[in-house]
């Protein structure tokens, strides 16, 4: 990933962290519905060149795993601007590692230079009674999933990057790509996936992202 330098983009990073947190929630209706939607978040991570497997059962129970990188774009910006030495980037990049790696679904972590960490992340557990799961922060939605006890539901979905910020994150080199699969052996209720393959009593949807303006992932199961 290549960055353009000399545009700063803090007030874009700040402005999308809150737009990532305070998202209204709403609730598919169902036995045992999950719905997908955008998975694509930018925010203090930005994902990139990444592989998310996720595997739902109607059980609730659940395994995630993302492989490849996060982008930390403040420190990409105060590179670029030439704002910090190489010591102030290995104390920032300090901070970066333990912050990821208060988190045990964190299996490997390494640091590639240029605010760009190579992740390895891998979480089992069951949504009904963990009631909520969050990757990589909560001010920082790559993904999240809500069990609602109330309608027996749960929703998984990421942030959005709005229309009007996919421009200038283009413009600064960002490139969202990766590829997305979803195995579940609940019912299809709707898709947008590019692939879709029933086999074995399984249902498996497939997305590629190319683009950050890519049509993001939305399914609901159950």
Known sequence: MTMISKIP????????????????????????????????LVSCYLPEAFTIDLNVEQNGDFR???????????????????????????????????????????????YQGNGIFNIV???????????????????????????????NTVEIRG????????ERLTALGYQMTGKIELRTTAGIRSHNAAEFIETGGQNRLRWEIRSITDPVPNVIIG
């Not at 709403?26 to 036995?31: H, L, V």
């Not at 970066?96 to 208060?102: E, G, P, Q, Y």
């Not at 009674?129 to 999933?145: A, C, T």
């Not at 942030?159 to 996919?166: A, K, L, M």
């Open 9 to 40: 983009f803090s007030a874009l990073v700040a402005s999308l962290c809150t737009f990532a947190t305070h998202r209204g929630r709403s609730i598919a209706r169902g036995a045992l519905v999950v719905v997908i939607a955008p998975l694509m």
């Open 159 to 166: 942030g959005f990057v709005p229309d009007q910020y996919e």
């Open 121 to 151: 992340y891998e979480r089992r557990s069951n949504i009904m009674r963990d009631k909520s799961f969050v990757f990589v922060r909560r001010n920082s939605r790559i993904l999240e999933m809500f069990f609602r006890a109330d309608s």
């Open 64 to 110: 995630f795993s993302y492989r490849g990188l996060l982008v930390q774009p403040t420190i990409t910006e105060a590179l670029l601007n030439k704002e910090i030495d190489a010591d102030e980037e290995e104390e920032r990049v300090a901070k970066v590692l333990a912050d990821l790696k208060r988190d045990s679904g964190v299996k490997q972590l390494t």
